[in-house]
């Protein structure tokens, strides 16, 4: 069973600048879920999907959103990048109801200059 | 709000010692707690999770409810063991929102 997948692994950008990222869930898991890591804050929670609909959000600007397609898989997107976005973005994926347990896929890590 | 609190960013103990990661949270419902490892070059997995009450690589973590508290512990920490430990809280409303900690580094010391 493929994990989850996220692309791309490493990106830099220069602010003012958007990013895209992708994250394929495991076959059969409907909510995804998306984190934002760094050294000093730990994982922060961003969003989460279930059938294309976001059902949480955490406390991040409105630069940061989302979506869901039909086959579940998930993108964010992050408008006019700051230093400060500079970070590993996780995907994580899970059933809904039942295990409640998170897989993560590696990360993509976003360098902001 | 649901809020999880690691104190120690960093533990070192030698091995053979006894290791207990802190963990407390805040949340007014009936929370699931979990513990989540991420060691060096690898993917955030799940250690375990208390609804499970089991003992994962000779870990255990038991929830008490009257000190909010979820302690991960081992009595002998191996050097397989250094890794960033995560505590996580997942809300009972039935939606996967799970707010973890900071994390604290575990350090084994051979």
């Known amino acids: 069973k493929a994990g989850v997948t996220q692309t791309p692994r490493y990106l830099i950008k220069t602010r003012g600048q958007q990013v895209t990222l992708s994250c394929s869930p495991i076959?059969?898991?409907?909510?995804v879920s998306w984190y934002q890591q760094t050294p000093g804050q730990g994982l922060q929670f961003l969003f989460e999907y279930f059938s294309e609909t976001q059902r949480n959000k955490g406390n991040f600007p409105g630069r940061f959103s989302g979506r869901q397609f039909s086959n579940s898989r998930s993108e964010m997107n992050v408008s006019t990048l700051e230093l400060g976005d500079s970070a590993l973005y996780l995907c994580?994926?899970?059933?809904?109801?039942?295990?409640?347990?998170?897989?993560f896929g590696a990360g993509s890590r976003l360098t902001v200059l | 709000a649901q809020r999880v609190t690691q104190p120690e960013k960093l533990l070192s103990v030698f091995k053979g010692a006894p290791v207990e990661l802190k963990c407390n949270y805040s949340y007014s419902g009936s929370p699931e707690l979990f513990w989540y490892v991420q060691y060096s070059r690898q993917r955030l997995q799940l250690l375990l999770r208390h609804i499970s009450r089991e003992s994962i690589k000779g870990f255990t973590a038991d929830l008490n409810k009257g000190e909010t508290s979820f302690h991960l512990k081992k009595p002998f920490a191996q050097e397989e063991d250094s890794a960033m430990y995560y505590c996580a809280l997942r809300n009972s409303g039935g939606y996967q929102k799970v707010t973890f900690g900071t994390g604290t580094k575990l350090q084994v010391i051979p």
């Open positions: 994580a994926s899970s059933l809904a109801g039942g295990a409640n347990v998170l897989t």
């Open positions: 076959s059969g898991h409907r909510s």
